[in-house]
């Protein structure tokens, strides 16, 4: 609302009664409340849900994607012999950054 009214915008919500002209002190009073209400729903739900991921984590839950099982050393040897990263994936069935992420860490450390 703030964006809308700084380019001069007057939003009238005919069906709520709401009007946002800025000379109308009842309207502030009721967007600064709206924005108070939509901050505290807000916050409950980033609290039920890090409640939801906790409890997940306390029965066991494994949470995100499962991790990729593949040959890490089968990545590395197709690229020493200079085959392309497509190439490579579609040899091993595995994404193309799945691929990278595991030999390029592995290629700064020499």
Same mark, same amino acid.
């Given at each position: 609302?703030?964006?809308l009214?700084?380019?001069?915008?007057?939003?009238?919500?005919?069906?709520? =009664?709401?009007?946002?002209?800025?000379?109308?002190?009842?309207?502030?009073?009721?967007?600064?409340?709206?924005?108070? !209400?939509?901050?505290f729903?807000?916050?409950?739900?980033?609290?039920?849900?890090?409640?939801?991921?906790? *409890?997940?984590?306390?029965?066991g !839950?494994?949470? =995100?994607?499962? %991790?990729?099982?593949?040959?890490?050393?089968?990545?590395?040897?197709?690229?020493?012999? =200079?085959?392309?990263?497509k190439?490579?994936?579609? *040899?091993?069935? !595995? %994404? !193309?950054?799945?691929?990278?992420?595991?030999?390029?860490?592995?290629?700064?450390?020499?």
């Amino acid at each position: 609302m703030a964006a809308l009214a700084s380019y001069g915008v007057r939003f009238i919500a005919t069906t709520q =009664g709401l009007d946002t002209d800025a000379s109308n002190p009842c309207s502030k009073l009721m967007l600064t409340m709206l924005a108070g !209400v939509a901050e505290f729903e807000r916050e409950l739900i980033i609290e039920r849900t890090m409640a939801g991921i906790e *409890a997940a984590r306390k029965r066991g !839950v494994q949470l =995100g994607r499962r %991790p990729r099982v593949f040959r890490r050393d089968e990545v590395q040897r197709l690229r020493s012999e =200079g085959k392309s990263w497509k190439a490579i994936s579609t *040899a091993l069935g !595995v %994404p !193309v950054g799945t691929c990278r992420g595991a030999v390029e860490p592995l290629e700064g450390m020499q």
